[in-house]
């Protein structure tokens, strides 16, 4: 079966592109920060080798289909500065799973509403989802306010879901439905039309 690569999504700022080999060192700099993988289930990557793992996976999911896993590139360099996917895919009930990570050093500086509010645009339109579900430890407030600012609503939590840094962690669920994402472009359009 042929590669079926995930189509390029372009942004102001960034690239959203599938992932190469070439990724490998910037990739790892994403995952070897504690900053990065304080609210994930794994700890920070202490060899290159997991990088290599990650983009094979990647490679063999895009050869196979169930993942759309992308590299948050920035648009005049194309250097990788971070990770977003739509998972668990379930055509059925047209539902999946969002995931994303962005290095520390780009913190605060909106590539991951950017980054993220494409994909989702992407998820919605192309892929014609109607629900798109987030699950982040509740500690983690950035997360929370960037899934709030996505139009994402919070559902409930289930305690002690996951055994993170040697401590139970909670996870916070959200959830994103097609037409919470399309209140939020009409409010937007009447807003930018107002102004």
């Known amino acids: 079966m042929p590669d079926t690569l995930p189509p390029v999504l372009n942004t102001a700022r960034l690239r959203l592109r599938a992932f190469t080999q070439d990724d490998a060192a910037a990739l790892f700099r994403v995952f070897s920060d504690e900053e990065v993988v304080r609210f994930w289930s794994n700890g920070a990557w202490t060899d290159m080798a997991q990088a290599g ?3 094979e996976e990647t490679l063999q999911a895009y050869r196979e289909g169930g993942l759309s896993r992308y590299a948050i590139a920035l ?3 194309d250097e990788l500065i971070g990770i977003c996917n739509l998972r668990g895919f379930f055509e059925q009930n ?3 799973e969002l995931g994303y990570a962005l290095g520390s050093a780009h913190w605060g500086r909106g590539y991951a509403f950017e980054a993220l509010e494409a994909l989702l645009g992407h998820a919605f ?3 014609d989802m109607n629900r798109i579900e987030a699950d982040i430890d509740p ?3 950035a997360s929370a ?3 709030e600012r996505l139009g994402f609503r919070f559902e409930g939590t289930m305690p002690e879901r996951w055994f993170v840094h040697g401590e139970f962690a909670d996870t916070a669920f959200y ?3 097609r037409r919470y994402w399309n209140e939020r472009l009409l409010s937007r359009s009447s807003v930018d039309a107002a102004g």
């Open 145 to 147: 306010r960037l899934l």
């Open 75 to 77: 648009a005049e360099t």
């Open 175 to 177: 959830g994103l439905l």
């Open 139 to 141: 500690r983690n407030e």
């Open 53 to 55: 793992k990650m983009i």
């Open 94 to 96: 047209r539902r999946c």
């Open 125 to 127: 339109s192309a892929l």
